[in-house]
């Protein structure tokens, strides 16, 4: 029983294109978060959530949009896909701040 | 800027030894910090975790040290087992930051039989 899952898991797409990646977790947790990791490997928070609220939001480019339709879900859309967005993108969930986050099993999103 | 460093890109270890990871942070305002393992094309997985106001936590094989006046904090994993061959994280936050962990940019450990 997955705690924390996204969908998809790759996907491929061409520069220009608009495309969404869903977030779910059946942890009961208030707390969501998306992390890119790029191809240094470099794990960076982008966004989080708290009860559908948003409470970090890095310096990421405005193509970059997430929504939260409850707690249990957290959804990221990206605008006019770029090169530079392949990554892996990991959603995580936590209990309220401080505590341990759960990761998703990452999609790897490849812009041609 | 990287405030979690994590300068040693892999380490190999035989089954049976212990394996030390390193992790450096700039940022004195972090006071918890956590380390993930993560397996290919998984997500990182929680390991281990300590605060600031201690200066080791330990879980089976695995014990966490922290020096606050070096900033700099490792993790030990003895005996070592192939089952750990994975990335391994360091993660620091501060507070009032919502959450927002901080990663290093891991260190692949191989345990060899």
């Known amino acids: 029983d997955t705690a924390v899952s996204q969908t998809p898991k790759y996907l491929v797409t061409q520069m220009g294109n608009d495309k969404s990646i869903k977030c779910e977790q059946n942890l009961g947790h208030d707390t969501m978060y998306w992390y890119k990791q790029d191809s240094k490997k470099f794990l960076k928070i982008m966004f989080s959530y708290n009860n559908k609220e948003l409470i970090i939001n890095e310096t990421v480019p405005n193509r970059f949009s997430p929504k939260s339709p409850d707690k249990a879900h957290l959804n990221l859309h990206i605008n006019s896909l770029e090169l530079g967005d392949s990554a892996v993108y990991f959603c995580a969930s936590s209990l309220p701040a401080g505590d341990t986050q759960y990761f998703g099993p990452g999609t790897r999103l490849t812009v041609l | 800027d990287q405030q979690v460093k994590q300068n040693s890109p892999s380490l190999s270890v035989q089954e049976g030894r212990i394996s030390i990871l390193n992790c450096d942070y700039t940022n004195s305002m972090f006071d918890y910090f956590l380390w993930y393992k993560k397996y290919p094309a998984e997500g990182p997985t929680f390991l281990i975790s300590?605060?600031?106001?201690?200066d080791k936590n330990e879980d089976g094989r695995f014990t966490v040290f922290l020096n606050k006046s070096a900033k700099h904090l490792s993790l030990h994993i003895v005996p070592s087992q192939p089952g750990d061959s994975a990335v391994y994280f360091c993660?620091?936050?501060?507070?009032?930051?919502?959450?927002?962990?901080?990663f290093g940019t891991g260190t692949r450990l191989q345990v060899t039989l």
């Open positions: 300590i605060s600031s106001i201690k």
């Open positions: 993660a620091a936050s501060a507070p009032g930051t919502a959450s927002k962990l901080t």
